[in-house]
């Protein structure tokens, strides 16, 4: 009996897979749309990069001939080229125009805070959020969802720097308990991950809160009661479950933002991530460094969007057979142009 | 039928009052209905959308949404017990293995993300206390039952049909050997070819296990068929209550009268149905007297002032009519 369901298991995990390498297929052209997109929108961008580079003090002369020297002078579709070309021939973001560094290596370097404080995020906004509005939908118009809900409106509401700015001025100047600011060990990241998780856990609060009460309504649940079971059960095993898409959502989204960086706590905390390193070099007309940045994370988050749907798929058998659904016909065309 | 010796009923219901509460409103869906019921035996709730035969069902089985629902007064004895007091976790230990239930809508009433082998499984692992693989085989042994493969247990509700769901909930319902089985408008939702043979097998299984059943249905052709005995609701009441052939042979309440009246006759030619005029009342305002009496051709100005209470016909045939005799003996004689 085991034997074939085993074999059927494998199939469709083939199927998911040849999905898997054509979402990953599909997002060339997509990078290939960024990158251009953010090239022409450079290139039309106000400001010229040899001249913050040479000061205020350079003669007209020394800028033209820096931005020969930079390839500034070419016409766009030349420089538009060489980029796409650069980036997906030879797999080079570039230099910064103003530190002596690879963009590649530039975001090497400030991924691993980001990175620390979107996992840390995410993970309190699963871990708190999620209970607070399973408890909120229970008990809908109780005290328990009056509770719950007040705690999301004021994480939708309050402000991330202010938050930030009070936890510091409480646990760091008042209590001395943690750092300020800056980056270290493990203690560096309480304040800014609580300041910057609020709002993640308020949003994924009131998301289940609000998926859960829809679930709560469905026929299926009457069915699972009039079979016997307990509440318990019937939440975990059948509302939840059912409960879980618009929430696994919010927790993408959320991932595929935060790993973008938070300009306002990477500021407020000092921290190098790659927030602050983007916006600043919008700031300093940095092309390479925002195109590369823009282009890393679109790849990014292509690739947490496509995560989000191979585990829509493995929650929700519907969705998974729309995958592999897709890939039949794909096969079936196939044959038939062939 | 095979009625207790000691003269209780194996279940009972005993004026039973429910109501919902919507926007302020109070809407009686059940007013003080009583009947009962032996095992194998079946009853057929009949009456329009709307009536409370459904409220009904899921008070026996006490699974209404509370609030908005709440049960007023009335009993509910099985086996004697008043299950109406029951703690809510005795009452679980009722609930899928002595009454269960089949639900309307097969589409809706499966778990979307979970294995029909495993919906059905779980209320055998619950109910009898066996290991996870006894219960996967009774399961599949459930769903060959009713003509569905063991082998797809492990299948979801998206790749089966309408008929087929709705075998499955009936598996899944009849799982535990229940005592007593609420089918609730089992084979509306179903294509009429898919009717036949989903009343087929919950017969077939009801005689099999010896189960109690009350049908709830707006069909007449379905309480034909299966029923032993009937109720027609209307308004929440129970209006005429008899045995099939007391109903069939005699409908008395002119309400009963009229759901016949509107069947289509296939040895007739005629062009149009003929329904009962006018709408069910608003169950949030009923009106005083007979809830019929706005829409009934008989109603005098007495049916008006005073609730109708159900006198014998005599057998077991009750009728809630004050002008029974008239109505039936003179059909048409009452128009005022």
Known sequence: MRLPSFRERKGVFILMWKYIIKRLLWM??????ISIVIFTIMYFCPGDPAASILGNSATPAAIAEKRAEMGLDQPYMVRLLSYLNQVFLHFDLGDSYFQNQSVMSGILYRL??????????????????????ITAAVHQNGLADRICMVIALAGVSIPGFWLAMMLVLFFAVKLGWLPPYGVGGLQYFILPCVANAFAGIASQARQTRSSMLE???????VTARAKGLSEREILYKHALPNALIPIITVVGNGMGMMLGGTVVIESVFSIPGIGMYTTSAINNRDYPIVMGGVLFLGALFSLIMLLVDVIYAYVDPRIKAQYEGQQKSWRRRKKANG | MNANKKGTPFIEVKNLTVHYTSEGKVIHAVNNVSFSLEKGETLGLVGETGAGKTTIAKSILRILPEPPAQVDGGEILLEGKNILALSNDDMRKIRGRKISMIFQDPMTALNPVMRIGNQIAEGIALHEKVSGKAAEEKAKKMLEMVGIPGSRYRDYPHQFSGGMKQRVVIAMALACSPDLLLADEPT????????????DIIKNLQQELNTAMIMITHDLGIVAEVCDNVAVVYAG????YG???????????????????????INSDVERLSPIAGMPPDPSNLPEGCAFAPRCPYAAAECRKAAVELKSLGGTHICRCIRQMEAVQAPGAGHN
Do not use: K, N
């Open chain 2, 188 to 199: 509306t939702a179903l294509d009429v070819t898919i009717q036949a043979q989903v009343l």
């Open chain 1, 112 to 133: 691993p805070y980001t990175a620390t404080i979107a996992f840390i995020c995410i993970l309190l906004q699963i871990v708190i959020g999620t209970p607070l509005g």
């Open chain 1, 215 to 221: 679930v709560i309504r469905s026929d299926y649940i």
């Open chain 2, 237 to 240: 009441e129970v209006v005429e």
């Open chain 2, 243 to 265: 045995s099939r052939e007391e109903i069939f042979d005699h409908p008395w309440h002119p309400y009963t009268v009229g759901l016949f009246g509107s069947l289509p006759d």
């Open chain 1, 28 to 33: 060339i052209p997509v990078l290939l749309g």
